[in-house]
């Protein structure tokens, strides 16, 4: 009966569920890309847990990396002099174009690596590489890589496939199993391979810094940054400190064009509802002349808004997915079919799930605030007006 | 005796006039009788069907129902017994126009939360009943008006009231069509032994009624 009521005004009730599926679409694409930027970057929180990060001063660390500066390699000497440090391991950071027979561009949110042979779990910590793999050799002429599961999947890379980078050719030799979305997307060479073809030498993003036992991390950052010069030194709370601000604007930001989206919606149905509830004002009237308890008539009404939020929302979702796609596409250059696999992990079911629940419960009360209004009206008027 | 209205006023309030609807109705009205209530239009027929079915509250006065004062019922005694006791046949039908023949009989059973087998069944006896067999999945539209009027009556009897009330039943038809309707009342009021209350201008309505109340300017001034 709800339906074949909104089908009575087939274009109102059309454009009315056409302006909510864009809404959901809108709500969608934006909830699942700041969603994976935000837990891209959270969890990049685990790495370096526990040790103190040696950044140049003025550049910009955002958790794993640190970008907008370099440090000369003599520095890691002058770490290593102060007390407390156990080990310090330098590491070249490169947002990298290598190209793979010379037709697909890795893009730059791709990261090549450099840690000195030997330092791989600095970085991947206890990611394992798939079988048939193994570590770089430390015999930088073999200028051997591995690089992250999704650079695998997307280019088809596997042990033994080559990759040019910088005219460099370089030999695959080991594929980490994905841990997490950042690991996915580097290329890990060792340090002088990495400095040696993007013309670094000497030079390195920062330093990872293992303290030794029973040295406390904020006196040891505290040391760093007063012995050598042009350095920050920052313990996992300065770190999170960083980037929490980030993650508040994200969410607030995301938060605010998803309400803002929602409440442009629920606006658009309740203005068909009013619309409805004041051509049927007679129907609606009967049905309460002869009896029909107050709750049934609010039930049809938010019903029929409710119908229009689901249809809303089974439009809107798959767009919205797609766009997330194309998004995803765009910034990344990866070809559509290679990441249409990927579609529930960039939009996930849970996200889909809640965004069609939050569309049709605001859609239902958008729908019982006319009918409630209706609810109040005297009925034998309604029925003589409409005579 | 199924209605009893005493000293029933309705004033109605539109800015600074006042308008007298009913003035001070009193009228008993025997069960299993067919009344007719007639007069010009605007006279108060419509104000007074409103009262008596407890869709509309009086200014003063009060309507008892079955010897039960309505005034003391909460609105959803009101509203319970507008579903379950009494029938409406309104001028212009006002079926649902999305909805089928069947599913216009259906709608007062499926408030009542009548099963809906018993609902599918019983809304087919009754369009047989008003002659409507051939005409279940009809839609409003698709139905002439003297058959849009005939749903409309077996609407009314879809949860077996004790009292029917049509207001203006055959205004809207032609006169063959409206003697069809008035003899379906009849043989509501004769075979099923309902009590009707019928407002009319229609003088074959009269002629077959038990009783007949006229009113003029909201007040009763014949009574036959």
Same mark, same amino acid.
């Given at each position: ?268 149905? @309740? $203005?068909?509802?009013? =619309?409805? !509830? ?6 609606? /009237?009967? #049905?309460?002349?002869?009896? *029909? ?57 849970? @996200? $889909?799930?809640?965004? =069609?629940? !939050? ?6 009360? /958008?729908? #019982?605030?006319?009918?409630? *209004? ?14 | ?224």
């Amino acid at each position: 009966m709800c339906l074949r009521n909104l089908f009575r005004r087939r274009t109102r009730t059309s454009l009315c569920v056409f302006g909510v599926a864009l809404g959901v679409a809108l709500i969608t694409a934006v909830g699942a890309t700041t969603t994976r930027y935000v837990s891209l970057i959270k969890e990049m929180n685990v790495f370096y847990r526990g040790d103190v990060v040696v950044v140049p001063r003025g550049s910009i660390f955002v958790q794993a990396f640190s970008f907008g500066g370099f440090l000369h390699e003599s520095a890691l000497d002058e770490v290593k002099r102060v007390e407390g440090i156990r080990n310090a391991v330098p590491m070249l950071f490169v947002l990298g174009s290598p190209t793979h027979e010379g037709v697909i561009q890795l893009v730059p949110s791709n990261v090549t690596v450099g840690i000195p042979a030997g330092d791989w779990s600095v970085l991947v910590g206890s990611t394992p590489l798939k079988p048939g793999g193994s570590w770089p050799s430390a015999n930088t002429s073999e200028r051997e890589v591995v690089i992250g599961a999704s650079l695998s999947d997307v280019y088809g890379l596997n042990v033994g496939s080559e990759i040019e980078v910088n005219k460099y050719k370089l030999r695959i030799v080991g594929v980490l199993r994905y841990t997490s979305a950042f690991l996915a997307r580097t290329i890990i060479m060792p340090l002088k391979t990495a400095q040696e073809i993007y013309g670094f030498e000497t030079m390195v993003s920062m330093m990872v810094v293992e303290p030794q036992e029973g040295i406390e991390r904020e006196d040891l950052a505290n040391r760093i940054e007063t012995q050598v010069l042009g350095v920050r030194a920052l313990t996992d709370e300065e770190r999170n400190e960083i980037v929490e601000p980030m993650f508040r604007d994200i969410e607030l930001w995301s938060l605010g064009i998803t309400s803002a989206v929602f409440l442009m919606s629920a606006v658009l149905v @309740m $203005m068909v509802a009013v =619309m409805n !509830v004041s051509e049927r004002r007679r129907e609606l /009237a009967t #049905l309460d002349a002869i009896g *029909a308890p107050k709750s049934s008539i609010v039930r049809i009404v938010a019903t029929e808004t409710g119908l229009i939020g689901l249809l809303g929302g089974l439009l809107g979702i798959p767009i919205g997915a797609f766009a997330t796609l194309l998004l995803v596409c765009f910034y990344t250059k990866v070809p559509l079919s290679l990441i249409l696999g990927e579609t529930f992990i960039l939009v996930p079911p849970a @996200m $889909m799930l809640k965004t =069609m629940m !939050v569309t049709v419960a605001l859609s239902c009360i /958008a729908g #019982l605030i006319p009918a409630i *209004a209706f609810g109040r009206k005297n009925i034998a008027e309604l029925l003589r007006l409409e005579h | 005796m199924i209605v009893e209205t005493i000293d029933l006023t309705r004033v109605y309030r539109l800015g600074a006039s006042v308008i007298v609807g009913l003035n001070r109705v009193s009228l008993e009205i025997e069960e299993e009788t067919l009344v007719a209530i007639t007069g010009p239009s605007g006279s108060g027929k419509t104000t007074l069907l409103n009262l008596i079915g407890l869709i509309d509250r009086p200014t003063a006065g009060r309507v008892l129902f079955g010897g039960r004062d309505t005034s003391l019922m909460n609105e959803r005694e009101r509203r319970e017994t507008r579903l379950r006791n009494i029938g409406f046949v309104f001028q212009t039908f006002n079926l649902l126009p999305t909805l089928t023949a069947l599913e216009n009989v259906e709608i007062p059973m499926a408030f009542a939360k009548v099963p809906q087998e018993v609902q599918r069944e019983r809304a087919a006896q009754l369009l047989e009943v008003v002659g409507l067999e051939s005409r279940l999945q009809h839609r409003p539209k698709e139905l002439s008006v003297g058959e849009m009027q005939r749903v409309a009556i077996a609407r009314a009897l879809a949860n077996r009231p004790q009292l029917i009330l049509a207001d203006e039943p055959t205004g809207e038809l032609d006169s063959k069509t409206g003697s069809e309707i008035v003899n379906l009342l009849s043989d509501l009021h004769r075979k099923q032994k309902k009590t009707v209350i019928v407002a009319t201008h229609d003088e074959k309505i009269a002629e077959v009624a038990t009783k007949t109340y006229g009113v003029r300017d909201g007040s009763i001034v014949k009574d036959r």
